[in-house]
């Protein structure tokens, strides 16, 4: 091995990357936004030991002059409607909130006795008003393999979708093959849509299988219809695959849109609640975490297999899924770039 060459070539390969801004860019801010984001989500002040339902009257405020036990330090108490009554009672069979509390009238709650939140919220409820009533509920926890496995798939799914689609769309850029197509009748939206055909058998066969032997090995949660849930996964695999797509339709720098995709994956599995909830997350970015597809489709998912939704409690989820991939599609096909710069 010569010395002289082997300097010559890390000297060049050096400038290359200097001189590539874009990528250096990108390798100074995704480390940093990781950090930031983080500490965003994590820190501020300590979480509470447990979270309550409250029922109140309307225009009652959740404070100790409404009721002694509103006073009670490290505990998060939240307003639930009557509306959401059902949906409430369900959060705690299922061991999500340790206790409901009805103060509309007398005193009464609903507590699951199975729950070691629930059973210690109880406790802290009596020493303050020992004439509520208690109304016990009963029902399994939500595991956390139960709460994992549609994050762990559907991460799975998106990192397939944008680098197998917009990641193979530059390189036929740069390597001359698109524009060897763009002198043939085949259109952009054409070439686009072989593309998420393509990527979509794959990513859904791959992700079925996956499933599949998942409930042969690990036992998990499935309260819903496997049908619909299959149908959820199918509209987030497009989804993600136009965005994927968008993303790569006029980058000629393999380097530059792998910098691209990870900016736009990374915000998808910190914010889309793949590996843990943002309940306690500030509200802004709990709205912010609605606008990506990936959290769209794990929500849904998680209703599926959690709640046991049907269509019509997902829908929306399922037709914003929709309107974000034409959206995606729409600005793709609109500037989509056959030649390299």
């Not at 091995?1 to 060049?12: E, I, Q």
């Not at 919220?121 to 303050?128: G, N, V």
């Not at 790569?248 to 609640?273: H, Q, T």
Request: hydrophobic letters at 55%; charged letters at 15%.
């Amino acid at each position: 091995m010569n010395p002289r060459r082997l300097f010559a070539v890390w000297h060049a390969r050096n400038l290359e990357f200097l001189r590539d801004r874009s990528t250096l860019v990108f390798n100074f801010v995704l480390p940093l936004a990781l950090v930031v984001a983080f500490a965003v989500i994590f820190g501020g002040q300590p979480r509470n030991l447990m979270d309550i339902g409250v029922i109140t009257a309307p225009g009652a405020t959740l404070d100790a002059g409404l009721h002694p036990f509103l006073g009670t330090r490290y505990v998060d108490f939240h307003r639930v409607e009557a509306a959401d009554l059902d949906a409430a009672i369900r959060a705690v069979e299922r061991h999500q909130s340790a206790l409901l509390l009805d103060l509309r009238g007398a005193p009464g709650y609903w507590v699951n006795a199975d729950s070691p939140n629930g059973y210690l919220a109880e406790k802290l409820l009596l020493a303050s008003a020992r004439d509520a009533v208690r109304q016990p509920v009963s029902g399994a926890a939500v595991g956390y393999v139960d709460w994992l496995l549609p994050g762990i798939l559907g991460m799975n799914m998106m990192f397939s979708c944008l680098f197998g689609v917009g990641y193979v769309v530059v390189r036929y850029r740069k390597s001359g093959f698109l524009r060897r197509l763009s002198a043939t009748p085949v259109t952009a939206l054409e070439f686009g849509a072989a593309q998420i055909l393509s990527r979509l058998a794959l990513t859904v066969s791959v992700t079925t299988l996956v499933y599949a032997v998942l409930a042969l090995l690990v036992p998990f949660r499935n309260d819903g219809s496997v049908f619909l849930l299959f149908a959820t996964a199918v509209l987030g695999a497009i989804c993600m695959i136009s965005l994927g797509f968008m993303v790569a339709a006029r980058f000629s720098s393999e380097e530059l849109a792998n910098g691209f995709i990870n900016l736009v994956s990374w915000p998808m599995m910190l914010l889309s609640g793949v590996w843990f909830s943002l309940e306690s997350a500030p509200p802004w970015l709990r709205m912010a975490a609605e606008t990506l597809p990936l959290t769209q489709m794990l929500q849904a998912a998680r209703a599926i297999m959690l709640d046991g939704a049907g269509i019509l409690d997902v829908l929306p989820r399922l037709a914003t899924l929709l309107a974000m991939t034409a959206v995606f599609l729409g600005i793709a096909a609109a500037g989509f770039r056959w030649r390299a710069a």
